[in-house]
C-alpha cells in the first residue's frame, strides 16, 4: 500500500467510494452526493492536502483536509474527511492516510485539526481516538438524515 497525493484522474473511482457512504449510511450527514467534475476540483484547490491510499493499482480511500470555518481568525484550523473503501478498514490505510494528513497540516503550519463525527459512526470516533484525537464536544440533534435527527461528535488534535 502506499499513500500518494491525489490526481485528477482519482475523481471518478474516489466517487465511486463516496457516494455509497454518502447515500446508504448516517456516517456523513450530507444527502448530497459527489461529482466527478467536483471532486476534481477539490483535488486541485487543496493540492498535497488531499491523499490516496492505493494498493495494487486499486484506491483504498482518501482524506482531506480544508477550511474548518470562514474568516481570518479561523486560518490555522482545518477540519478533515477521511473516508475508505470497506475492504480497506483494518489493514492500516487509514492510520497511514491520516498519519500522511497530519504531516502536510505540520508542513502548512496547521495548529488544529478537527474531526466532525455521526455520533452514529462509533466506528470514527474510536478511530480517532486510537490516533490521539480527543472529543472537544458532543452537538445534539445538528444534522437530519433519513428522517431523524442525529448528534454531532466534535474530535480535536494538535498535529
Same mark, same amino acid.
Request: hydrophobic letters at 50%; aromatic letters at 10%.
Given at each position: 500500500?502506499?499513500?500518494?497525493?491525489?490526481?485528477?484522474?482519482?475523481?471518478?473511482?474516489?466517487?465511486?467510494?463516496?457516494?455509497?457512504?454518502?447515500?446508504?449510511? @448516517?456516517?456523513?450527514?450530507?444527502?448530497?452526493?459527489?461529482?466527478?467534475?467536483? +471532486?476534481? *476540483?477539490? =483535488?486541485? !484547490?487543496?493540492? &498535497? %492536502?488531499?491523499?490516496?491510499?492505493?494498493?495494487?493499482?486499486?484506491?483504498?480511500?482518501?482524506?482531506?483536509?480544508?477550511?474548518?470555518?470562514?474568516?481570518?481568525?479561523?486560518?490555522?484550523?482545518?477540519?478533515?474527511?477521511?473516508?475508505?473503501?470497506?475492504?480497506?478498514?483494518?489493514?492500516?490505510?487509514?492510520?497511514?492516510?491520516?498519519? @500522511?494528513?497530519?504531516?502536510?497540516?505540520?508542513?502548512?503550519?496547521?495548529?488544529? +485539526?478537527? *474531526?466532525? =463525527?455521526? !455520533?452514529?459512526? &462509533? %466506528?470514527?470516533?474510536?478511530?480517532?481516538?486510537?490516533?490521539?484525537?480527543?472529543?472537544?464536544?458532543?452537538?445534539?440533534?445538528?444534522?437530519?438524515?433519513?428522517?431523524?435527527?442525529?448528534?454531532?461528535?466534535?474530535?480535536?488534535?494538535?498535529?
Amino acid at each position: 500500500m502506499i499513500v500518494r497525493p491525489a490526481r485528477a484522474e482519482d475523481a471518478a473511482p474516489l466517487v465511486a467510494l463516496w457516494n455509497p457512504w454518502i447515500r446508504d449510511t @448516517a456516517i456523513t450527514f450530507t444527502t448530497d452526493e459527489k461529482t466527478e467534475a467536483g +471532486l476534481a *476540483a477539490d =483535488i486541485a !484547490a487543496r493540492g &498535497p %492536502a488531499f491523499v490516496v491510499a492505493e494498493d495494487g493499482g486499486a484506491l483504498l480511500g482518501f482524506a482531506t483536509f480544508f477550511p474548518f470555518r470562514a474568516g481570518p481568525g479561523y486560518a490555522w484550523t482545518k477540519e478533515h474527511t477521511v473516508i475508505l473503501a470497506p475492504e480497506a478498514r483494518g489493514r492500516g490505510a487509514g492510520r497511514a492516510l491520516m498519519a @500522511a494528513l497530519e504531516d502536510e497540516a505540520q508542513r502548512q503550519g496547521v495548529h488544529a +485539526l478537527m *474531526a466532525g =463525527i455521526s !455520533a452514529e459512526n &462509533p %466506528a470514527g470516533v474510536a478511530f480517532h481516538a486510537a490516533i490521539g484525537f480527543h472529543e472537544v464536544a458532543r452537538l445534539p440533534q445538528v444534522g437530519r438524515k433519513f428522517d431523524r435527527w442525529m448528534d454531532l461528535v466534535l474530535m480535536q488534535k494538535f498535529p
